[in-house]
């Protein structure tokens, strides 16, 4: 039977029109400013104007889904005798999934006839969107839940994260370098190349001095790790740098022949701990 509804959450980083047209239900994680106490959703401002706040100095600090947000978004479903596929924002970075998985654990008790499996990718960003559509699109070809369910799992490992960001002051908030690091980075022109790791972590790899080379360090990536270089599917998500990202797309097309998939927004949530000029990129490779 196909009649399972898909879940994910906002960290995905995919438009919500096109989760429409997935037929993907979502919920959103949040953020405030330090200049306002009010709670915004993940796609509420529009993105621009997210990031000219931020290159205008505004602090954004984000909070998770709870756990009585799932109940109440998972139940509905489980009412009208659907089974649901839960893919979330890694553990290693939000406690999001947890508290899908709490309420799943919750509402199977009350429906013990339903299923509803939650699948941390230990992904981030559109690497989350893309282990997302791979789940899309074992349902369209008819797939059961626990077939889409192994769609996912299987590339979850294999899932390549790389991330570049054009100043490094807003990884220093986050603890992800030192305060050190961010001001010779900024003097230098110092970029850090960063993955998501097997525990879903954002981990620096190595650094490279400008933009331009850090954005072929992502390209030189693809090329020696992608799973099937000339057949791939590849997402890559912007920090509100659109020219850069378009950049990096026709450096893996002139390579390999292949077109990025979707180019998407690095969503508010994530963006606040990334900042503006954030570069990511998205394929199946041969592991992590």
């Given at each position: 039977?196909?009649?399972?509804?898909?879940?994910?959450?906002?960290?995905?980083?995919?438009?919500?029109?096109?989760?429409?047209?997935?037929?993907?239900?979502?919920?959103?994680?949040t953020y405030?400013?330090?200049?306002?106490p009010?709670?915004?959703?993940?796609?509420?401002?529009?993105?621009?104007?997210?990031?000219?706040?931020m290159?205008?100095?505004?602090?954004?600090?984000?909070?998770?889904?709870?756990?009585?947000?799932?109940?109440?978004?998972?139940?509905?479903?489980?009412?009208?005798?659907?089974?649901?596929?839960?893919?979330?924002?890694?553990?290693?970075?939000?406690?999001?999934?947890?508290?899908?998985?709490?309420?799943?654990?919750?509402?199977?008790?009350?429906?013990?006839?339903?299923?509803?499996?939650?699948?941390?990718?230990l992904?981030?960003?559109?690497?989350?969107?893309?282990?997302?559509?791979?789940?899309?699109?074992?349902?369209?070809?008819?797939?059961?839940?626990?077939e889409?369910?192994?769609?996912?799992r299987?590339?979850?490992?294999?899932?390549?994260?790389?991330?570049?960001?054009?100043?490094?002051?807003?990884?220093?908030?986050?603890?992800?370098?030192?305060?050190?690091?961010?001001f010779?980075g900024?003097?230098?022109?110092?970029?850090?190349?960063l993955?998501?790791?097997?525990?879903?972590?954002?981990?620096?790899?190595?650094?490279?001095?400008?933009?331009?080379?850090?954005?072929?360090?992502?390209?030189?990536?693809?090329?020696?790790?992608?799973?099937?270089?000339?057949?791939?599917?590849?997402?890559?998500?912007?920090?509100?740098?659109?020219?850069?990202?378009?950049?990096?797309?026709?450096?893996?097309?002139?390579?390999?022949?292949?077109?990025?998939?979707?180019?998407?927004?690095?969503?508010?949530?994530i963006?606040?701990?990334?900042?503006?000029?954030?570069?990511?990129?998205?394929f199946v490779?041969?592991?992590?």
């Amino acid at each position: 039977m196909n009649d399972y509804i898909i879940f994910t959450d906002s960290a995905c980083d995919l438009s919500p029109e096109t989760l429409k047209e997935w037929g993907v239900r979502y919920e959103s994680l949040t953020y405030t400013f330090n200049s306002s106490p009010r709670s915004y959703g993940n796609y509420e401002l529009p993105f621009p104007e997210f990031y000219s706040r931020m290159r205008n100095g505004e602090v954004a600090k984000t909070a998770a889904i709870n756990t009585e947000t799932f109940l109440e978004a998972f139940e509905p479903h489980l009412k009208n005798g659907n089974d649901i596929l839960y893919v979330g924002f890694s553990s290693g970075l939000s406690n999001t999934v947890n508290a899908g998985a709490k309420a799943a654990e919750s509402l199977v008790a009350k429906y013990p006839e339903r299923k509803i499996i939650v699948i941390d990718t230990l992904a981030a960003s559109a690497g989350e969107g893309l282990l997302l559509y791979f789940a899309v699109e074992a349902k369209k070809n008819g797939a059961s839940i626990e077939e889409a369910e192994k769609a996912v799992r299987d590339r979850i490992l294999k899932l390549n994260h790389w991330f570049t960001v054009d100043d490094l002051v807003y990884l220093k908030r986050g603890g992800r370098v030192s305060a050190t690091a961010a001001f010779f980075g900024g003097v230098l022109g110092i970029k850090p190349v960063l993955h998501v790791d097997d525990n879903g972590h954002l981990i620096p790899v190595t650094k490279v001095r400008g933009r331009k080379a850090s954005l072929k360090a992502l390209a030189d990536k693809y090329t020696e790790l992608a799973e099937t270089p000339r057949e791939g599917t590849v997402f890559i998500s912007h920090g509100d740098c659109l020219d850069d990202a378009e950049y990096l797309a026709d450096l893996i097309k002139s390579a390999h022949g292949v077109d990025v998939k979707i180019i998407t927004y690095v969503g508010s949530v994530i963006g606040a701990h990334s900042g503006p000029g954030t570069m990511a990129l998205f394929f199946v490779g041969k592991m992590r």
